[in-house]
């Protein structure tokens, strides 16, 4: 510094030293967050200057632009950052760069010590010392409108150094700082990282940020040396003859390095404006450019809440889901968070929910601190307002696609899951999401109904919404369990996706009207006197055969009992009201991580239901009034059980043991007698089946 004049050193204020030296001595990965800290003050300053123009335009004319320019100088390897904002006077200098603790200095230095990161020292108020850990000596020129250009520089030796600036260009105003970096950091000096930067973390500063960039340019000189050739070889006659050509000095194309401006956030933030300023297109290709996405978002909502906490948001609704929705170690969320308008994290998991994960946009809150960590961000009060108003904006958006029929199918086809997920989890809004499903059913032909619909269609005497669950939509259809309900009217939703079963778990009730499995027991039907008295002198009539095939079937089944649900099916296996579905068990079973110890208390208890209607039943219920011991029956009820376990959606628990059975119905339906048979397979069936010949006939029969 032998030529700034009335130069003068401090000593920095303890706490900042040991700061300074924490920096320097620590290691640390995420160095490049210098550039946010730094780029973040330009901007502030910018801000400052901007607000005292508004009561006093003539302090902007010093200099009337307002920017941040970033040069990167590889030969001097330095790196200098300039703001056209407020700038510095001597005693700003010696107080915010040195001398006085911010309050946050030593705060920060226990975050460091409780582990916090790096990227947290702007919360505190110390940006300015991220410096240090890219630049080994650091220079500060600063003009403020109210005093001279002053010079501040400190290799971070426990002391700095001002003086009044003789040696750089006049500023006009505005700070430039200087950064001589270590040699083990050149990468910070190269553009392509300088921009990668930016874009990641000031890509939405009010300010334009330059960038100073070095280009090749071809230009053409002329070529002395082949003038010289054409003046030594003159006196020739061929050169003599084409005169214009002597005439016109030959070129030369060199590679000249020029510097040129190139702004790097053109992208101004979009969610600042006002919405009805913005068109459709300047939303799709902001949303392109925030998610790389190459088709056109479904809906946006853009919004801004006021009052006691203040936030901006822009939310896209993309128009397909993501290929890898569900997986576990994907991102949780895509909400960028900004803090007035400078980039701070997208991956805060407490921002949004997990169901809405497929929500693509952007926070930015004037009331959050900046750097704020990941540990006080789940604390956070402000965070858990803005989450609630993020999911209830989010719903107001799903309703406005709903009035678009094929918008809505499209939304619905992609994120359905999700919604039906919310519906698990997401307790307080439950009752609103449920009026977006949509499911097939028994009136509702290829279309698909809302819950609001079947409500509207459901006939006086109807009292509960019927669903069944199921694997497939052909499967359901055919189902035994509604074939009383179509019987009588009553509409029956299809849910056969299996996120279904989960939902409809937490989902108990739909406008005051209870949901019912007709799968389960406890199914209640509307029946009028007559109905009710036939069926419990049925009831007695057919105990002994109730009785019986609950012997015949032992732990198979929990209870057999007559059924008012089936109308031709001879029987139907139902499961307990609170324990797993048929659907559901197929479910868990194909879990490749499940715990089995779950399915022994949760697996079903399966009651077997016959229809007292059925000529299969009836007959059946002679038999065992004529001889409770007959084989037959024995043979015939295990046969009855396993087609009820197919029919009603189960696995069967013997593959082996119901073919045997079916191949020997076969073999009697083309009358081949059991000795024609070979012996191995005799000896495969099941003891069972070891029934006198003159049973077998009575079966043909």
């Given at each position: 510094?032998?030529?700034?004049v009335?130069s003068?050193t401090?000593?920095?204020?303890?706490?900042?030293?040991?700061?300074?030296?924490l920096i320097?001595?620590?290691?640390?990965?995420?160095?490049?967050?210098?550039?946010?800290?730094?780029i973040?003050?330009?901007?502030d300053?910018?801000?400052?200057?901007?607000?005292?123009?508004?009561?006093?335009?003539?302090?902007l004319?010093?200099?009337?632009?307002?920017?941040i320019?970033?040069?990167?100088?590889?030969?001097?390897?330095?790196?200098?950052?300039?703001?056209?904002?407020?700038?510095?006077?001597k005693a700003?200098?010696?107080?915010?760069l040195?001398?006085?603790a911010?309050?946050?200095?030593?705060?920060?230095?226990?975050?460091?010590?409780?582990?916090?990161?790096?990227?947290?020292?702007?919360?505190?108020?110390?940006?300015?010392?991220?410096?240090?850990l890219?630049?080994?000596?650091?220079?500060?020129?600063?003009?403020?409108?109210d005093?001279?250009?002053?010079i501040?520089?400190?290799?971070?030796?426990?002391?700095?150094?001002?003086?009044?600036?003789?040696?750089?260009?006049?500023?006009g105003?505005?700070?430039?700082?200087?950064l001589?970096?270590k040699?083990?950091?050149?990468?910070?000096?190269?553009?392509?990282?300088?921009?990668?930067?930016?874009?990641k973390?000031?890509?939405?500063i009010?300010?334009?940020?330059?960038?100073?960039?070095?280009?090749?340019?071809?230009?053409?000189?002329?070529?002395?040396?082949?003038?010289?050739?054409?003046?030594?070889?003159?006196?020739?006659?061929?050169?003599?003859?084409i005169?214009d050509?002597?005439?016109?000095?030959?070129?030369?194309?060199?590679?000249?390095?020029?510097?040129?401006?190139?702004?790097?956030?053109?992208?101004?933030?979009?969610?600042?404006?006002?919405?009805e300023?913005?068109?459709?297109?300047?939303?799709?290709?902001?949303?392109?450019?925030?998610?790389?996405d190459?088709?056109?978002?479904?809906?946006?909502k853009?919004?801004?809440?006021?009052?006691?906490?203040?936030f901006?948001a822009l939310l896209f609704?993309?128009?397909?889901?993501?290929?890898?929705?569900?997986?576990?170690?994907?991102?949780?969320?895509?909400?960028?968070?900004?803090?007035?308008?400078?980039?701070?994290?997208?991956?805060?998991?407490?921002?949004?929910?997990?169901?809405?994960?497929?929500?693509?946009?952007i926070?930015?809150?004037?009331?959050?601190?900046?750097?704020?960590?990941?540990?006080?961000?789940?604390q956070?009060?402000i965070?858990?307002?803005?989450?609630?108003?993020?999911?209830?904006?989010?719903?107001?958006?799903?309703?406005?696609?709903?009035?678009?029929?094929?918008?809505?199918?499209k939304f619905?086809?992609?994120?359905?899951?999700?919604?039906?997920?919310?519906?698990?989890?997401?307790?307080?809004?439950?009752?609103?999401?449920?009026?977006?499903?949509?499911?097939?059913?028994?009136?509702?032909?290829?279309?698909?109904?809302?819950?609001?619909?079947?409500?509207t269609?459901?006939p006086?005497?109807?009292?509960?919404i019927y669903?069944?669950?199921?694997?497939?939509?052909?499967a359901?259809?055919?189902?035994?369990?509604?074939?009383?309900?179509?019987?009588?009217?009553?509409?029956?939703?299809?849910?056969?996706?299996?996120?279904?079963?989960?939902?409809?778990?937490?989902?108990?009730?739909?406008?005051?009207?209870?949901?019912?499995?007709?799968?389960?027991?406890?199914?209640?039907?509307?029946?009028?006197?007559?109905?009710?008295?036939?069926?419990?002198?049925q009831?007695?009539?057919?105990?002994?055969?109730?009785?019986?095939?609950?012997?015949?079937?032992?732990?198979?089944?929990?209870?057999?009992?007559?059924?008012?649900?089936?109308?031709?099916?001879?029987?139907?296996?139902?499961?307990?009201?609170?324990?797993?579905?048929?659907?559901?068990?197929?479910?868990?079973?194909?879990?490749?991580?499940?715990?089995?110890?779950?399915?022994?208390?949760?697996?079903?208890?399966?009651?077997?239901?016959?229809?007292?209607?059925?000529?299969?039943?009836?007959?059946?219920?002679?038999?065992?009034?004529?001889?409770k011991?007959?084989?037959?029956?024995?043979?015939?009820?295990?046969?009855?059980?396993?087609?009820?376990?197919l029919?009603?959606?189960?696995?069967?628990e013997?593959?082996?043991?119901?073919?045997s059975r079916i191949?020997?119905?076969?073999?009697?339906?083309?009358?081949?007698?059991?000795?024609?048979?070979?012996?191995?397979?005799?000896?495969?069936?099941?003891?069972l089946?070891d029934?006198?010949?003159?049973?077998?006939?009575?079966?043909?029969?």
């Amino acid at each position: 510094m032998s030529d700034k004049v009335e130069s003068e050193t401090f000593a920095f204020q303890a706490e900042i030293s040991q700061l300074m030296s924490l920096i320097i001595n620590t290691f640390y990965s995420n160095k490049e967050i210098f550039l946010r800290e730094l780029i973040s003050n330009s901007s502030d300053a910018c801000d400052k200057i901007r607000y005292e123009s508004l009561t006093d335009p003539s302090k902007l004319e010093s200099k009337p632009e307002l920017y941040i320019r970033i040069t990167p100088d590889r030969e001097n390897k330095v790196l200098e950052i300039y703001d056209s904002g407020i700038g510095m006077t001597k005693a700003d200098l010696v107080n915010n760069l040195g001398t006085i603790a911010k309050s946050g200095t030593r705060g920060f230095m226990e975050a460091l010590a409780g582990g916090a990161d790096i990227s947290m020292i702007g919360q505190f108020g110390v940006g300015f010392y991220s410096a240090y850990l890219v630049a080994d000596k650091v220079e500060v020129i600063t003009k403020h409108n109210d005093d001279e250009q002053y010079i501040w520089e400190s290799a971070a030796g426990g002391s700095f150094s001002i003086a009044r600036d003789t040696i750089y260009p006049p500023l006009g105003r505005g700070t430039l700082m200087r950064l001589h970096m270590k040699e083990d950091q050149l990468e910070y000096l190269e553009e392509k990282k300088i921009k990668e930067i930016v874009k990641k973390h000031s890509e939405f500063i009010g300010y334009p940020i330059q960038l100073i960039v070095e280009k090749e340019v071809e230009k053409e000189v002329d070529d002395d040396e082949v003038k010289e050739e054409s003046t030594e070889d003159a006196d020739k006659p061929k050169i003599e003859e084409i005169t214009d050509e002597e005439e016109k000095p030959k070129k030369k194309t060199i590679k000249e390095k020029t510097k040129e401006t190139e702004e790097l956030n053109k992208t101004k933030p979009l969610w600042t404006r006002n919405p009805e300023d913005i068109t459709k297109e300047e939303y799709a290709s902001f949303y392109k450019a925030l998610t790389n996405d190459w088709e056109d978002h479904l809906a946006v909502k853009h919004f801004s809440i006021e009052g006691q906490l203040e936030f901006r948001a822009l939310l896209f609704l993309p128009s397909r889901a993501p290929f890898d929705q569900f997986e576990q170690k994907k991102k949780r969320n895509n909400i960028k968070l900004y803090v007035r308008r400078v980039f701070i994290m997208d991956d805060c998991e407490d921002i949004i929910p997990e169901w809405l994960s497929f929500i693509k946009g952007i926070v930015d809150s004037e009331d959050l601190p900046l750097n704020i960590s990941r540990e006080v961000l789940q604390q956070n009060k402000i965070l858990k307002v803005i989450k609630k108003n993020l999911i209830k904006k989010c719903i107001e958006m799903f309703f406005e696609i709903a009035e678009d029929k094929e918008s809505f199918k499209k939304f619905y086809e992609a994120f359905s899951k999700n919604i039906k997920l919310g519906i698990h989890e997401d307790s307080s809004n439950r009752a609103k999401l449920a009026e977006l499903l949509r499911f097939h059913s028994t009136k509702s032909g290829e279309e698909m109904t809302s819950l609001k619909d079947y409500v509207t269609r459901m006939p006086e005497k109807q009292k509960n919404i019927y669903y069944i669950t199921g694997e497939s939509k052909v499967a359901v259809e055919t189902a035994p369990f509604i074939e009383v309900l179509k019987k009588k009217g009553f509409e029956v939703l299809y849910m056969v996706d299996p996120i279904d079963e989960y939902a409809i778990q937490q989902l108990k009730e739909f406008d005051g009207k209870k949901l019912m499995s007709v799968t389960k027991e406890g199914l209640e039907l509307e029946e009028d006197e007559e109905d009710k008295k036939k069926f419990e002198e049925q009831k007695t009539e057919f105990e002994p055969l109730c009785t019986q095939i609950k012997e015949i079937l032992a732990d198979k089944v929990e209870k057999v009992i007559l059924s008012n649900r089936i109308v031709n099916s001879p029987c139907v296996l139902v499961t307990g009201q609170y324990g797993w579905s048929a659907n559901m068990e197929r479910i868990m079973k194909a879990q490749a991580l499940r715990d089995s110890s779950m399915s022994s208390y949760m697996a079903s208890k399966k009651t077997l239901e016959l229809n007292p209607d059925n000529a299969i039943v009836s007959t059946l219920k002679a038999k065992v009034a004529a001889d409770k011991n007959d084989k037959t029956v024995k043979d015939l009820t295990f046969l009855l059980y396993e087609t009820a376990l197919l029919s009603s959606g189960f696995a069967l628990e013997e593959p082996a043991g119901f073919a045997s059975r079916i191949h020997r119905m076969i073999k009697l339906g083309l009358s081949i007698d059991e000795d024609e048979s070979t012996m191995d397979v005799v000896d495969d069936l099941p003891p069972l089946e070891d029934v006198a010949v003159e049973s077998k006939m009575e079966e043909v029969d």
